[in-house]
């Protein structure tokens, strides 16, 4: 069972990321934090021409007037444009234009009276569903007991998310003597929202309401909302890099050195004496800059909360920078303690051969189904916490075994479904190995097989 927690642990953090294999100005200079961006060189070299986001002025599109907005999480101002406030401060939202930053006026609060930027993902309207501080809608069942069995919540603390099984289908989550009990909440044909059949509320506020002074067939009295474990990331570092992606260099500290390896090194920094990034130089003559910077255009465009946001990249000089968010949590290298192990081809090319496809190793053919060849050595080190794969065997004989069919066996507390979907990862004839896509629904059918069954209010 520690072993399936774990796994699923480790899972739900990359599950999402798995669909992305199968299938973009000037800036306002202010004395202070001014986030400088700068244009890049690089884009006028027309014998490799590389495609370059200029922030062009947008069409104003005003917010209607009065539509106001509450604050889900805090936020300190990163540049001299932005706007601080604080959780549950009203702010009125007064250009939406920007996308993922607006302009907006402090109502209440640390900034009152004061208008900025402001990231859009940490405000909801206000006396939406979405400004209900019980509402996690995209929290799935494990993640919901995580966090409400986390230190800080007491007894009847709950939250109301998305059904993982039904969509379209919303459950109630709910702390109780150190367990979790989940119940549906349905809808009756007048739109009515009920736990049992013998109460029917209007709209999901009421029905907390109610439940909050009584538990009437639930197992305890609804108390308060779930504590929030993490708030999110802001699109970008600010309102003007979110699509620009070379920064001037001198906004950048490095502060600690976390790692190195064998293109450069990653150190924990500061952008604009404001907000804490990771920094990866490259060392020189790693990579060709005009290369790396299409890299960069693409990699700006992925945006998922369990992928790494590339925030931006300083090129104009070597080092060459890569900006990108700080993992609070380190490595998932470190977290599950496995080493690096790089073999050299004649080539000269470097990858790590344990965790490589045989056609990749022999022919340098690298393709989706290599990467799935990949995510089953993932698997692997998942269920193993982090074991070395082939633990017995030199990367020499690693070569030379899985030409002649071997591969590794099933580790030890590992279902047969599991290593099922592994040895499925491994297949010889890289077309017969599965999509990402297959892998995932798999995934998500293996884990929803034993957290199908919900609490009876009847029996209270």
């Known amino acids: 069972m520690e072993v399936r927690k774990a796994f699923s642990a480790c899972w739900e953090s990359c599950c999402s990321a798995l ?18 961006v700068i244009e890049n060189r690089f884009a006028g070299d027309q014998s490799a021409p590389v495609p370059v986001a200029h922030r062009t002025v947008p069409v104003p599109v005003p917010a209607p007037r009065g539509e106001l907005y509450i604050a889900l999480y805090a ?8 706007l601080s406030f604080s959780a549950g401060d009203t702010l009125e939202a007064l250009d939406k234009s920007p996308g993922d930053w607006w302009v907006a006026k402090a109502l209440t609060g640390v900034s009152a009276s ?17 400004a209900e501080p019980w509402y996690f809608p995209d929290t799935k069942r494990l993640d919901a007991e995580k966090m409400l069995l986390a230190e800080g919540n007491q007894q009847g603390a709950f939250l109301v998310r998305n059904c993982e099984s039904q969509r379209g289908e919303l459950s109630l989550s709910v702390l109780d003597n150190g367990k979790v009990k989940h119940y549906k909440l349905k809808k009756n044909e007048y739109g009515q929202y009920f736990v049992s059949k013998s109460k029917f509320f209007p ?44 920064i001037d260099r001198r906004t950048i500290k490095l502060l600690k050195k976390l790692g190195a390896g064998q293109f450069g090194e990653v150190f924990e920094g500061l952008w604009n004496d404001t907000t804490s990034v990771a920094v990866k130089t490259l060392k020189p003559g790693t990579m060709d800059p005009q290369d790396f910077l299409r890299e960069a255009q693409i990699m700006k465009k992925l945006r998922h909360p369990k992928l790494i946001q590339l925030y931006a990249v300083c090129t104009l000089e070597e080092p ?12 998932l290298l470190e977290y599950l303690q496995k080493n690096d192990n ?8 470097k990858f790590p051969v344990k965790w490589t496809a045989p056609e990749a190793i022999h022919n ?43 591969r590794m066996p099933c580790p030890p507390n590992c279902s047969s479904v599991l290593y099922g979907l592994m ?14 896509e297959t892998l995932q629904w798999k995934l998500e059918d293996y884990f929803e097989q034993d957290v199908s069954s919900y609490d009876d209010a009847a029996r209270y």
């Open 19 to 36: 669909k992305k294999s199968e299938r973009s100005g000037g800036d306002t200079k202010r004395d202070g934090k001014d986030g400088t």
């Open 75 to 82: 936020y300190a101002a990163r540049t001299a444009d932005d």
């Open 114 to 130: 004061k208008t900025g930027y402001i990231p859009a993902n940490y405000v909801a309207l206000l006396e939406s569903i979405d």
């Open 203 to 246: 709209t999901l506020k009421e029905l907390v309401e109610y439940y909050s002074r009584q538990a009437d067939g639930l197992c305890v009295r609804l108390g308060q909302p779930c504590k929030k474990m993490e708030v999110p990331q802001t699109y970008g570092l600010s309102y003007n890099t979110v699509d620009q992606w070379e």
């Open 320 to 331: 060459i920078y890569i900006i990108t968010e700080l993992m609070k949590n380190g490595s």
């Open 342 to 349: 790089v073999y050299e081809a004649k080539e000269g090319t």
């Open 364 to 406: 340098n053919k690298f393709t989706i189904k290599s990467d799935v060849w990949s995510f089953g050595i993932l698997l692997y080190e998942i269920l193993t916490f982090g074991q070395m794969p082939y633990p017995t065997m030199t990367n020499f004989q690693v070569v030379q075994q899985l030409p002649l069919g071997y």
């Open 423 to 436: 040895t499925d990862c491994w297949k010889e004839d890289e077309q017969d190995r599965p999509t990402f």
